[in-house]
Nanobody, 124 residues
Framework: QLQLVESGGGLVQPGGSLRLSCAASGFTLDDYAIGWFRQAPGKEREVISCISMSGDSTNYADYVKGRFTISRDNAENTVYLQMNSLKPEDTAVYYC?????????????????WGQGTQVTVSS
């Protein structure tokens, strides 16, 4: 069974950090571009970042640029999202997704497999 599982979410104070993980089972992640997305209550899902199959190229949304870092360890079949300087507006369910295509110009390339999400809450 092909599956993506996110972990690492939780409650953190403003200014704090979290590292999310996206682990794959049933398939090899290095064949796929990976994207991170989030959805806050009452809002549409929005893209955060994406990374190429080899990890040599990344894209970030303006609202996380300089604070979030995407990386991947293909040997561990895992992609990470390091989130620093977290703000209350970063509160959302965070999802990772795997897709067959990657573009250096953005993350809007379509994704085939999605995880179930992990909750991130930024609050004092």
């Amino acid at each position: 069974q092909l599956q993506l599982v996110e972990s690492g979410g939780g409650l953190v104070q403003p200014g704090g950090s979290l590292r999310l993980s996206c682990a794959a089972s049933g398939f090899t992640l290095d064949d796929y571009a990976i994207g991170w997305f989030r959805q806050a209550p009452g809002k549409e899902r929005e893209v955060i970042s994406c990374i190429s199959m080899s990890g040599d190229s990344t894209n970030y949304a303006d609202y996380v640029k300089g604070r979030f870092t995407i990386s991947r360890d293909n040997a561990e079949n895992t992609v990470y999202l390091q989130m620093n300087s977290l703000k209350p507006e970063d509160t959302a369910v965070y999802y990772c997704a795997a897709g067959f295509y990657y573009s250096r110009s953005g993350c809007d390339t379509g994704y085939t497999y999605w995880g179930q999400g992990t909750q991130v809450t930024v609050s004092s």
